[in-house]
């Protein structure tokens, strides 16, 4: 399938939408009432420290919803008020983050079910709108709600559209894309949907067996067996692997992802010399900016003397998962919440523990003087934040002092 002439169409067809319907300044009001907060203002003009008691709060300056996340939210907001009686769908979350898609819910946006790990888009009707998220769909989802002559309002970051456009550069030049990302994650699903031949490496560990498969040959049964599910169809290590391109999910580690393409670049140099190199390897910067932002707020706020860390986001947020790595690298107490519900009562509280399951930890919070450190996930409102926030300032003042 050409994929480009097949975005070029839908840019040109009536029923395909990628900016708002002039209801900005009305949406922007009920957003504002709804996720924005006094009390993170607040902190931000107070060098992001607000102290309370024996309880100091250290937020990092860089946190919560992006220009992306936001933008997808109006979107999705300025859909239902032009759209006051169709029906309308969203193709999946339209972000991360539990308590937004629950008001989508409660202004009767509907989700597309997914069923034995399909989505069923059976469901869908001529003439139905559907919103796709912050973080794509796949070529395939478009063609089909396409063909089935639905409205299609697209509001995909234009940080994941330039990888995408990445990939095609890639499959222009017959070079296999390597993608740093999870390959069941909804964005890197709809930018390998975009690309000729893709594999999928998860982290330096992968991307290093990789290159050194590259260098040296090796089992190529075990190498399939090690990438199941991760690469594109009729993948052939042995040829596919003599030309690259690197691209990335938006919200993979940004180190992590210079390492990797660092590693591609002189596996590639090494093998073919300088003078080939270019015939053999390409590279573009599609890290996202707003992802780069948080994490080295977060490697700066966890420079700080913090007794623990609390992240804030949905629990299948890629870059929230990744703002909790940085913390749990550095020894710091670290919990991972989806919303400040999962505080108390006591001291306690329900997280999720890095690539783990929901736990409960007794007395988290230290006797005493205490500093924590807050962050969030780019999905998640500053509203959350406020409420995580006075929650926690809440459990300490009931502590027994000692």
Same mark, same amino acid.
């Given at each position: 399938m050409d994929t480009k002439a097949f975005k070029r169409s839908l840019n040109h067809s009536d029923k395909y939408f990628r900016q708002g319907f002039g209801h900005g300044e009305d949406v922007a009001g009920q957003m504002k009432t709804e996720y924005n907060s006094g009390l993170i203002q607040?902190?931000?003009?107070?060098?992001?420290?607000?102290?309370?008691?024996?309880?100091?709060?250290?937020?990092?300056?860089?946190?919560?919803?992006?220009?992306?996340?936001?933008?997808?939210?109006a979107m999705a907001y300025e859909t239902r008020q032009h759209f006051p009686t169709e029906?309308?769908?969203?193709?999946?979350?339209?972000?991360?983050?539990?308590?937004?898609?629950?008001?989508?819910?409660?202004?009767?946006?509907?989700?597309?079910?997914?069923?034995?790990?399909?989505?069923?888009?059976?469901?869908?009707?001529?003439?139905?709108?559907?919103?796709?998220?912050?973080f794509g769909a796949s070529v395939q989802e478009m063609e089909l709600l396409n063909a089935k002559g639905c409205t299609i309002v697209d509001t995909t970051c234009p940080w994941v559209s330039k990888v995408w456009n990445t990939v095609e550069k890639h499959k222009k030049k017959d070079y296999t894309s390597i993608i740093h990302g999870k390959y069941k994650h909804e964005e890197t699903i709809a930018t390998s949907s975009f690309a000729g031949k893709y594999?999928?490496?998860l982290n330096l560990q992968e991307a290093q067996y990789v290159a050194d498969y590259i260098l040296n040959g090796g089992d190529k049964a075990e190498f399939m067996a090690k990438f199941d599910q991760a690469h594109s169809a009729g993948f052939d290590p042995d040829r596919d692997l003599k030309a690259i391109g690197i691209a990335n999910q938006t919200t993979m580690l940004k180190g992590e992802t210079e390492q990797i393409?660092?590693?591609?670049?002189?596996?590639?140099?090494?093998?073919?010399?300088?003078?080939?190199?270019?015939?053999?390897?390409? #590279?573009?910067?599609?890290?996202? $900016?707003?992802?780069? !932002?948080?994490?080295?707020?977060?490697?700066?706020?966890?420079?700080e003397k913090v007794d623990v860390m609390v992240v804030i986001g949905g629990y299948n947020s890629s870059n929230t998962t990744h703002l909790q790595e940085i913390a749990i690298e550095r020894g710091i107490p670290s919990y991972h919440i989806d919303s400040a519900e999962r505080l108390g009562p006591g001291n306690r509280i329900e997280h999720k523990q890095l690539h783990g399951e929901l736990t409960v930890t007794e007395n988290w919070l230290p006797?005493?003087?205490?500093?924590?450190?807050?962050? #969030?996930?780019?999905?998640?409102? $500053?509203?959350?934040? !406020?409420?995580?926030?006075?929650q926690i300032f809440a459990l300490k003042a009931q502590m027994p002092v000692a």
């Open positions: 607040e902190i931000r003009e107070h060098s992001y420290t607000l102290t309370r008691g024996d309880v100091t709060i250290k937020l990092a300056e860089s946190f919560g919803f992006c220009w992306g996340v936001e933008r997808a939210v029906r309308i769908w969203i193709t999946n979350e339209i972000i991360h983050n539990p308590g937004v898609n629950q008001k989508l819910r409660d202004m009767a946006v509907e989700f597309i079910e997914v069923e034995n790990g399909q989505k069923n888009f059976a469901v869908v009707g001529d003439g139905d709108v559907v919103i796709l998220p912050a594999l999928v490496v393409g660092k590693l591609f670049e002189r596996t590639m140099l090494q093998k073919y010399g300088p003078q080939e190199l270019n015939d053999h390897f390409l #590279s573009f910067n599609t890290i996202c $900016d707003a992802t780069q !932002e948080r994490q080295d707020a977060m490697f700066q706020l966890v420079d006797d005493g003087p205490i500093t924590v450190g807050i962050t #969030s996930g780019a999905s998640t409102p $500053d509203r959350s934040v !406020e409420a995580t926030i006075e």
